[in-house]
């Protein structure tokens, strides 16, 4: 049964890690969001298996948590803010998606090797997420990295929040309930400050291209 | 216990408070008086940690030991003086139009906020929170950073908050490794993220897990700390605030983010007994200062030297923890303090300088000092004060770390006396002419306040010839705790 | 320790502390009186004199008695202030006690116009530079010494700006703390090399070290980094002519005359106190420095044209002599001679005292004139000595002793130099043996530079025609100036005349640093001065005058008695060219274009030289210093290059910060999964 | 000090006021033949000096007191210095009050006032001798202080007394490092004494004078005393080089009949001297000023390399 479900656990994790590849070569901001919004999804259901299996009932309340925040809540902000600041079309990054992806993929491994030595001792049912769930944090690291608009960037940053959320629950069958309120408290306020800004941005440079804010630095 | 709940909760209400009222005319004086009650409070808890020693409170949430009661009361008293200071510079900004009531309120009820988030991280006992708490410090000061809204004010903001951001991620999932390794032991109780409970257990953590989180958190909370290469946010987030902001930014938040670290060391030291900690540290700091000094050379805005001069110093605090042993300890406590205090106050006289002459570029500011004589001459002072010149604090702090360092790592101080020397030259070469000379600026209608400033520099000075006893039991149990 | 109770059981430190506390209230008091300049001038500075006086004499008392200390609740936790008041400061406090009487004296009459700061700050300032120097002499232990020391920079830094309108000066300041503060971390971190990792900086504590050869060397090598940049040794010298002058005069006095032995004194503690051993090499080091700064000092000084700016050199040339008999001491002490070390180190202490009086004498007596005629260029003065004659004279008395001419101070330090030098043959090491004649002629020949030098500096001042119309108008000194000169003009010829009983005072400081001493070899033979013994080498200044007065009186008798005394006042012949004017002088340039001609290599000269057919020809010559070029320009440039590579490190795109961060992370991670 | 030694003091001193202008007319007379002219009498400087002490002394309005005093420092000086060498006898009472070093310091002493003194009336001429006197001076005192050291470091000893005892009574040996030191000694004097190649003491050609420059503004008894000095300095340096160089016949304590015997051989050794001065000064031209630097470095090299040289062989 465990079994099961550690295979079924391993199963969303992959999921999950395909998703941030995929977002990786993504070029479209509607269809990112889309990819988020799957992506948060599958946390959902991860954290949902992992509470079913370890009878432990906060890891409902997180999950239904993630669901609201990551499925329904920030995927509509997100719409609500491309509609407003009509940027559907994204279709430059720094580099070009093939690099990407190789990068993507040494990431991975590198990311596996470090986990690895945890996950051998890793008393939980899916040792294996972690490395998983790290890979997904340095690939949205990467998309921030490459995406040379605004709301791109953010995007990366709350996959990259998925990322944690996933490595919380999966190794960790999630952190204690108040630092769980507090971390989706603060992903909900940023997510809400950073959307203020990209209006002021956006009236200020009338783009969200932010190579305008490359004024302050040293030369 | 009812001191702590003064501590954390006046500033929360006062942000409430000031988020309504926040753009009357009196709201700089309620501003001030939440401050000083925030102030009042942690003399008060002061007093209790040092009769009764280390506090445990809210079945265990919240834990106040020598090493943050200390820290609590600098960050309440700088929090004071800022305020008192931000009150004639705030209405001089008004009157100049680039404070709108709304703003002024964004600006007030925030700038409680944030020494609430402040108060909060230093006092929790839960690595959890104390993560939480600084996020919730980063939002805060991005909205203070960006409350002009000019195109400057607006990259700086969003600089501030993607790279701290993504920095504080990192920290997170390096809080969920130190969890993941506690409830092997702890089991999955809250108890498992408590600090108290972790440094019981410190020794049986296991080392892979432990090596693997410091190094998360150690990039996520040096992140905040500005350790150079992750430093960038920090020099455009000081230059393009309101001058209170910067005070409080180098003066406090930059220590909040080094205590996070220390904490996170102690348990690291404890887990894995090699020097993994001391050595990022102390490589991290030197290359910081060395590099800091060098970007120092270049400046021409005044606000963005200093906080450059943050980085290094900063930079100099992480050297000494890294060193270990209970003087360099000591001493990087004693930098602590002494660093917010200084800087904190030269960031007040560039208000004033800046205000008077109407620029931040240095070149523009001449002869403070015939205008009106103690802005100069606290500008100077507070100059050489950071510039490691006696009798002040920081020299007495800088004296230690570099007497340590000369038998501890000998390879060391070549690169802290040029980078020192470098820093000098470039620091005062344009303080001097700022200070000295004929003048360019004009005075002002309201009259600066600047009873913090020298204030500030009297501790300093203080500091520098003679610490006083209960101190100095506050920075010895300090340096113990951190396993001197 | 210090017991404050009855004045009976007072001890010399106790007074000394005394005179501390009452050069601070002063200057408290000063700041009271923002600009009251009468009260400050006539009242507080010659107050300021008297607690001088009283410092010089408790030191004199201290000399003999033995090492008082005491603690101040001052400093760091676990490391008060510890204060020691042995032979060797109470020497150096007798030298700051005499020389700053005579300037503050001198001061008093001096500061009768505003100099941009307000007097009562400069009060301040001034008060506070005199104690910081007496505690750095007391202190005992490293955080102390430390903090003293730079505050004794910071108060003489603001007192060099004190005009701070002037670019130059506040340039000159800027210079001056930043070489003063790099020292500083040079000394620093030779305190950290002798705590040797017992985390107790008390001197007790590092006197009882046994560092090994290689740890003893680097303190050394960075305690004469550091104190060599405050006394301005060659290569580190270049702040002090850009300093010196800036100051008010009696501030250039005071930091010519008596900052600089503070050095002295720091490099004599360290070498010769505190570290257990001495080694050859060192000796030779810093005879080499000392030297190399002589004659640098002593050639630049002859060309300079700005009276000041001519007196800041030769402070060079003269701690470059002092070094230089430090150096032999250590070389003398390295191999066991301890009579010899004894001699080379009262040379050089006798030096020290010499130069303290006869260099604060000049400087002052330059700070006259440049109030008298508002004129520091020499070739805007000249025949002063029609207008000011107390100036003049006892300027050429302080000139005479600078010069190293007998029977005055400045002789008999040269003398005992010379003395050391010649009893050289006998060191273990042939190659230091035929070392030590070249070094003693090249000190003849820095000894008669500074003849010339000085002939230059009084001929060109106060001899010949004034070379503008309004030197006529130069008003004499008042008296307190006049006072502060007529004490430091004694301290010079007394210096000259009994040797003998200095170099007794000096005794117990030679026994201190190098367990021997003169003093009763040279008391035995009464008047007369001899080192070793009568038919080795002797000198008796007393005679010496004695004779020459009576050759004096006898030539005038014969010219009198056989004779007569008639005289007539006529114009001086013109060479049958009437139309001579004062402008045909030497000027200070020509004075010294013999010097530039043979000692070009030393110079870095840029000329103008007009054509034969120019209408109005101008000549210029600008002449630099290569140090300058050579070290500090390069360094700077460095500098800069660094800075503009580690600027490109930071340009803007949040894109490559995130990559910083990103590498970090990833460098780190890599590092720890090792 | 014994009765002797006061007296032979005396006898020094006298002879030495005494006998310096002779010296000079000797040197003259010699030069005179020498350049087959017809030479002045014997006496002629004591004639001289006479008339100048007879003459009024004129002075400039502008002169200072240093002016009128410097005549009689110098003549001091110099009475000093021929009183301190041990000519006659090493038993002076005086010597003992300065060895070399302090020598030296007599006639730099001298050379201080004497060009202050040139510089006082501010006339063109006065401060270029005042000048070109200190750029020798600054380069010959060196180059004398080591010619003594060369000397001093035979017996280890300033004091003159005890070189010239040592030297004089020493069983004869050959010091190589004086040979040295002898032509630096010899190169010194001459430019110290205002001789050819460095100077004409009868030249009074303004723009090669240098001693004549120095003293132009003078007349009177102040030129006398100066005159006077001239030639005890050039007795003094005679009596020097003679008793460093060649000692033998200096009286030692306690020898009166020694001391007889010694003025004859004194007279005898300047009587040679001063011919020699004269034929170097026949033989030789004099130099350009610029090249006296080049002259005196070369005496001053010679005597160094005398003291390295006595090290080096270690005699």
């Not at chain 1, 890793?122 to 040792?127: C, F, M, P, T, V």
């Not at chain 3, 490109?648 to 803007?652: A, F, I, M, V």
């Given at each position: 049964m465990s079994h099961f479900a550690a295979q079924l656990i391993n199963l969303f994790a992959a999921v999950i890690l395909m998703l941030a590849f995929a977002m990786i070569s993504q070029r479209r901001i509607l269809s990112l969001i889309h990819l988020y919004t799957m992506q948060g999804a599958a946390l959902v259901a991860a954290t949902a298996v992992v509470g079913y299996v370890t009878h432990q009932p906060h890891l409902y309340v997180s999950a239904g948590l993630t669901f609201l925040l990551k499925v329904v809540l920030i995927p509509l902000l997100l719409h609500r803010m491309i509609e407003r600041l009509d940027v559907r079309w994204d279709v430059e990054a720094l580099i070009n998606v093939p690099t990407t992806m190789l990068i993507g993929i040494v990431l991975v491994i590198f990311a596996f090797n470090l986990a690895l030595p945890i996950s051998r001792l890793?008393?939980?049912?899916?040792?294996g997420t972690l490395g998983i769930a790290l890979a997904c944090v340095l690939l949205s690291f990467l998309m921030m990295i490459i995406r040379s608009k605004a709301v791109p960037q953010v995007i990366g940053f709350l996959s990259m929040e998925n990322g944690l959320f996933f490595a919380a629950t999966s190794a960790t069958y999630g952190m204690p309930m108040v630092v769980e309120l507090g971390i989706a408290l603060d992903v909900l306020v940023g997510i809400l400050i950073l959307g203020v800004f990209m209006f002021q941005i956006r009236e200020r440079f009338d783009s969200l291209d932010i190579r305008h804010l490359e004024k302050l630095k040293e030369s | 216990m009812i001191p702590l709940l003064f501590v954390l909760g006046v500033p929360l209400l006062g942000s409430l408070v000031l988020a309504f009222t926040g753009h009357r005319g009196f709201a700089r004086d309620i501003n001030v008086g939440f401050s000083l009650a925030t102030f009042l409070a942690a003399c008060a808890l002061t007093v209790v940690v040092i009769s009764k020693g280390p506090l445990l409170a809210l079945n265990e949430e919240f834990f106040i030991d020598p090493l943050n009661v200390f820290l609590v009361a600098l960050t309440a008293f700088v929090g004071l003086t800022t305020s008192i200071f931000s009150r004639p510079y705030m209405r001089v900004e008004q009157d100049h139009g680039k404070m709108t009531p709304a703003r002024l309120r964004l600006y007030h009820s925030m700038y409680q906020l944030f020494s609430f988030t402040m108060l909060a991280a230093l006092t929790t006992n839960n690595m959890g929170i104390l993560w939480v708490a600084m996020e919730a410090a980063t939002l805060t000061t991005v909205l203070l950073v960006s409350v002009y809204r000019t195109a400057a004010s607006l990259e700086a903001a969003w600089k501030y908050f993607i790279l701290c951001g993504v920095g504080i991620a990192l920290a997170l999932f390096g809080t969920v490794l130190l969890y993941m390794a506690a409830e092997k032991i702890l089991?999955?109780?809250?108890?498992?993220?408590l600090w108290t409970h972790l440094a019981s257990v410190k020794t049986r953590l296991d080392p892979n897990i432990i090596t693997l989180s410091f190094a998360f958190l150690f990039i996520g909370y040096g992140t905040k700390v500005g350790l150079v290469p992750l430093h960038n946010w920090l020099p455009d987030a000081h230059a393009e605030g309101p001058t209170p902001v910067s005070a409080v930014l180098s003066g406090l938040l930059l220590n909040v983010a080094m205590y996070a670290l220390l904490r996170c060391k102690v348990l690291t030291d404890g887990a894995l007994n090699n020097a993994l900690a001391s050595q990022l540290l102390m490589g991290f700091g030197l290359v910081s200062v060395v590099v800091a000094a060098f970007f120092l050379s270049r400046q021409k805005d005044v606000k963005r030297m200093f906080a450059y001069s943050s980085i290094e110093h900063m930079g100099l605090i992480a050297f000494a923890f890294g060193l270990g042993g209970p003087i360099a300890n000591f001493a990087g406590l004693l930098h602590m303090t002494v660093h917010s205090l200084t800087k904190s106050a030269i960031f007040f006289t560039v208000g004033h300088a800046t205000q008077k002459a109407g620029t931040q570029v240095m070149s523009e500011i001449r002869g403070l000092i015939k205008v009106s004589p103690t802005v100069g001459w606290g500008m100077i002072l507070g100059s050489l004060a950071i510039l490691g010149m006696p009798p002040f604090g920081v020299f007495a702090s800088e004296f230690l770390i570099l007497t340590t360092a000369m038998r501890e790592q000998p390879w060391a101080t070549p690169f802290l006396l040029l980078a020192l020397g470098v820093a000098f030259a470039s620091v005062f070469s344009r303080v001097l002419p700022m200070v000295f000379g004929e003048t360019s600026v004009r005075p002002l209608p309201h009259a600066p306040a600047l009873l913090p400033v020298f204030v500030h520099l009297g501790l300093g000075l203080m500091l520098g010839l003679y610490v006083p006893p209960y101190l100095v039991g506050w920075y010895w149990q300090a340096a113990r705790m951190l396993g001197g | 320790m210090s017991g404050i109770a009855g004045l009976s059981r007072w001890v010399h430190l106790d007074w000394v502390l005394v005179v501390v506390a009452g050069w601070l209230t002063i200057g408290g008091l000063g700041v009271l009186a923002l600009r009251r300049l009468g009260w400050v001038s006539k009242v507080l500075f010659p107050a300021g004199g008297v607690f001088a006086l009283l410092l010089f004499g408790v030191a004199f008392g201290a000399m003999f008695s033995t090492p008082e200390v005491a603690v101040l609740p001052l400093g760091l936790p676990g490391l008060p202030f510890h204060l020691r008041l042995d032979p060797l400061a109470a020497f150096f406090l007798m030298v700051i006690g005499a020389a700053s009487a005579g300037v503050s004296a001198f001061a008093a009459g001096y500061f009768?116009?505003?100099?941009?700061?307000?007097p009562g700050l400069l009060c301040l300032e001034y008060h506070v530079f005199l104690a910081s120097m007496v505690l750095v002499v007391l202190a005992d232990d490293a955080y102390a010494f430390m903090v003293v020391w730079e505050t004794m920079a910071l108060s003489s830094f603001f007192l060099v700006i004190a005009n701070h309108r002037i670019a130059e000066i506040r340039q000159a300041g800027y210079l001056y703390l930043l070489v003063a503060h790099i020292g500083a971390i040079g000394i620093l971190l030779c305190f950290g090399v002798l705590q040797a990792n017992t985390g107790d900086y008390t001197f007790a504590n590092m006197r009882a070290q046994h560092l090994s050869p290689f740890w003893a060397s680097v303190a050394f090598l960075l305690a004469l980094f550091g104190f060599g940049a405050k006394a301005g040794i060659v290569p580190l010298h270049v702040w002090l002519p850009e300093a010196h002058p800036a100051a008010p005069s009696p501030v250039s006095a005071l930091m010519s005359g008596v900052m600089l032995k503070t050095a002295i004194y720091g490099l004599l503690r360290v070498t010769f106190d505190l570290l257990p051993a001495q080694f050859w090499w060192w000796g030779v080091l810093l005879l080499a420095l000392g030297l190399a700064s002589a004659l640098v000092g002593v050639v630049f000084a002859a060309i300079q044209v700005d009276m000041k700016r001519l007196l800041a050199y030769s402070s060079i040339e003269n701690i470059g002599l002092v070094f230089a008999g430090i150096g032999l001491a250590v070389l003398f002490a390295a191999f066991g001679m301890k009579l010899m070390a004894a001699l080379a180190l009262t040379a050089a202490l006798y030096h020290v005292a010499s130069h303290a009086f006869f260099k604060s004498l000049l400087f002052v007596g330059t700070g006259a004139v440049l109030h008298a005629t508002g004129q520091r260029s020499l070739g805007k003065l000249g025949g002063l000595i029609r207008y000011m004659p107390w100036v003049a004279w006892l300027t050429l008395v302080g000139a005479l002793a600078s010069a190293g001419l007998p029977p005055l101070g400045g002789f008999v330090s040269e003398w005992l130099l010379l003395q050391s030098f010649l009893f050289t043959p006998g060191l273990p090491s042939s190659f230091l043996n035929m070392l030590i004649p070249v070094v003693a002629a090249l000190i003849a020949l820095v000894s008669a530079l500074s003849g010339y030098t000085m002939v230059k500096f009084f001929g060109v001042i106060f001899l010949g025609q004034p070379r503008e119309e309004n030197l006529a108008q130069a008003h004499r000194a008042g008296p307190w100036e006049r006072a502060g000169m007529v004490w430091l003009a004694l301290g010079c010829v007394a210096l000259g005349l009994l040797p003998v009983q200095f170099i007794q005072l000096i005794d117990p400081v030679t026994r201190q640093l190098v367990?021997?001493?003169?003093g009763n070899v040279v008391a035995a033979s009464g008047w007369l001065l001899v080192p070793v013994a009568l038919e080795r080498a002797s000198y008796g200044p007393v005679i010496f005058l004695l004779g020459l007065a009576a050759s004096f009186a006898l030539a005038f008798m014969i010219v009198r008695l056989l004779y007569h005394g008639r005289l007539r006042r006529a114009a001086p012949w013109d060479c049958g060219f009437p139309w001579q004017n004062a402008r045909m002088q030497d000027t200070a340039e020509g004075f010294g274009m013999p010097i530039r001609q043979i000692f070009e290599p030393f110079f870095r000269m840029q000329r103008e030289l007009p054509s034969p057919f120019d209408l109005e020809p101008h000549y210029r010559v600008v002449v630099g210093d290569h140090f300058w070029h050579w070290l500090y320009l390069p360094v700077a440039a460095a500098v800069e290059q660094v800075s503009r590579l580690i600027g490109?490190?930071?340009?803007?795109r949040i894109a490559v910060y995130l990559l910083y961060s990103f590498l970090t992370l990833v460098g780190v991670l890599i590092l720890v999964m090792r | 000090m014994s009765i002797l030694g006061v007296i032979s003091q005396l006898l020094e001193i006298v002879i030495a006021l005494s006998l310096a202008p002779l010296l000079i007319g000797w040197v003259n007379q010699w030069r005179a033949w020498l350049q087959n002219r017809s030479a002045p009498g014997l006496l002629q400087p004591y004639r001289v000096l006479h008339k100048l002490f007879n003459k009024e002394s004129v002075v400039a309005e502008?002169?200072?007191?240093l002016f009128r005093g410097a005549p009689y420092i110098v003549f001091s000086c110099m009475l000093l210095a021929s009183a301190i060498i041990p000519t006659l006898s090493t038993d002076l009472p005086l010597s003992p009050a300065a060895d070399a070093i302090a020598l030296v310091g007599l006639f730099a002493l001298a050379r201080v006032f004497i060009s202050l003194a040139a510089m006082d009336v501010g006339t063109a001429f006065g401060s270029m001798g005042a000048r070109r006197e200190m750029l020798i001076g600054f380069l010959a005192e060196p180059a004398l202080l080591m010619v003594l050291f060369s000397a001093s470091l035979i017996p280890k000893s300033t004091s003159l007394t005890t070189i010239v005892e040592t030297l004089a009574h020493r069983d004869l040996a050959i010091y190589p490092s004086l040979a040295f030191a002898g032509v630096a000694f010899t190169m010194i004097s001459l430019a110290e004494n205002a001789r050819i190649p460095i100077d004409n003491p009868t030249t009074h050609l303004e723009l090669t004078m240098i001693h004549e420059a120095l003293i132009l503004e003078y007349s009177g008894r102040h030129l006398a005393l100066l005159e006077w000095a001239a030639s005890l300095k050039l007795f003094a340096y005679s009596c020097l080089g003679i008793s460093l160089f060649f000692p033998w016949g200096v009286a030692e304590a306690h020898a009166p009949l020694a001391l007889m015997l010694a003025l004859p051989t004194l007279l005898f050794k300047l009587a040679i001297g001063g011919v020699l001065l004269a034929l170097l000064e026949t033989a030789s031209a004099k130099m350009r000023i610029f090249r006296v630097p080049e002259y005196l470095g070369t005496a001053f090299m010679l005597a160094v390399i005398g003291v390295l040289v006595h090290i080096l062989l270690g005699v």
């Open positions: 890793s008393a939980s049912i899916a040792g | 089991g999955a109780e809250g108890g498992a993220l | 009768r116009k505003g100099e941009g700061t307000p367990a021997a001493g003169l490109k490190l930071q340009q803007g | 502008r002169a200072s007191p």
